[in-house]
């Protein structure tokens, strides 16, 4: 696919931005505001996501208004583990791409420089970006849905690792000898938080999980929080998600509580966790890492 010049004197700068999660994939085109000007989105098919996943991206392209011009450079997120230097990703419930050579197959297709990075660090550049997070010099984020999905800032820098996942706390153990996660271990903390985990273990919908499980999943995530806001230093950190909308104040309450259980250090006075009043759209994520 080549991106043909356009007749335009001033295109609308902008970037192709592609989300992928374990659910769905979707595919638009992010202007320099964070407006998205177009957008298309699938189910994630159980078999040839590529395929899929391509015909996605022609269609959007192929419906770009006369005079946008082309897409500057194309940022894409993906849940799960990544691994940055390799551009490789491995999505959760996604068997079919495990260490799938995204970023080459995306630079191919396109021609543009794919920036390529975790749905939680996408979520964070956006935050900063557009977000209750602007200002905020250090910070943890973490959003709870079909994964648990996380990224921090220090001082002003977005932590990275040696993989890309500095700051993931979805495998951070916060129950020892507790339930089997799908990575392999036990008691990691996505076994307990993320809604496919919690509606395979109560086999019916997330709203209609018990006052029990509520609690639990809240107490949980108040574990996670208060140990990496212990080992990174942060007093700020925000709570997203469908997990964080549909369990609501009850969860939100036992979160609280365990929190404040576990912080007792002097420097974790004033941890503060901020549930943002607007949730940013994944492409408007996906789109902050290329513009950014």
Not at 87 to 99: A, D, I, K, R, Y
Not at 140 to 151: F, N, Y
Not at 164 to 175: P, S
Not at 180 to 189: F, H
Request: net charge negative.
């Amino acid at each position: 696919m080549s991106f043909a010049p356009s007749d335009e004197v001033e295109p609308i700068p902008h970037v192709l931005a592609v989300a992928v999660e374990s659910t769905r994939l979707a595919a638009g085109l992010v202007d320099a505001r964070g407006e998205v000007l177009l957008r298309d989105r699938i189910t994630t098919p159980t078999r040839e996501v590529w395929r899929s996943l391509e015909r996605l991206i022609r269609r959007v392209i192929a419906a770009s208004p006369d005079g946008l011009g082309s897409p500057m450079a194309v940022g894409v997120s993906c849940v799960g583990p990544v691994d940055v230097p390799a551009g490789t990703v491995s999505p959760p419930l996604v068997p079919t791409w495990t260490n799938f050579t995204l970023r080459e197959h995306l630079e191919r297709l396109t021609g543009r420089s794919v920036e390529l990075d975790t749905a939680g660090a996408a979520s964070t550049e956006a935050e900063r970006w557009l977000g209750e997070a602007r200002g905020v010099a250090s910070f943890l984020s973490v959003q709870i849905d079909g994964t648990a999905e996380s990224a921090c800032v220090i001082d002003g820098v977005r932590l990275s690792g040696s993989h890309g996942n500095a700051g993931a706390i979805a495998h951070v153990n916060v129950e020892p000898n507790g339930k089997l996660c799908r990575c392999g271990a036990s008691g990691c903390l996505e076994a307990y938080v993320s809604s496919s985990a919690i509606e395979a273990e109560i086999n019916r919908p997330l709203g209609r999980a018990t006052a029990p499980t509520v609690e639990r999943t809240g107490i949980m995530l108040g574990r996670a929080i208060a140990s990496i806001a212990a080992i990174l230093d942060v007093r700020t950190v925000f709570v997203s998600g469908n997990v964080i909308d549909v369990l609501g104040d009850p969860m939100l309450a036992a979160m609280h509580r365990e929190i404040a259980l576990r912080s007792r250090l002097q420097s974790l006075t004033g941890l503060e966790v901020i549930e943002p009043h607007e949730r940013i759209a994944p492409l408007v994520a996906a789109a902050a890492l290329a513009l950014n």
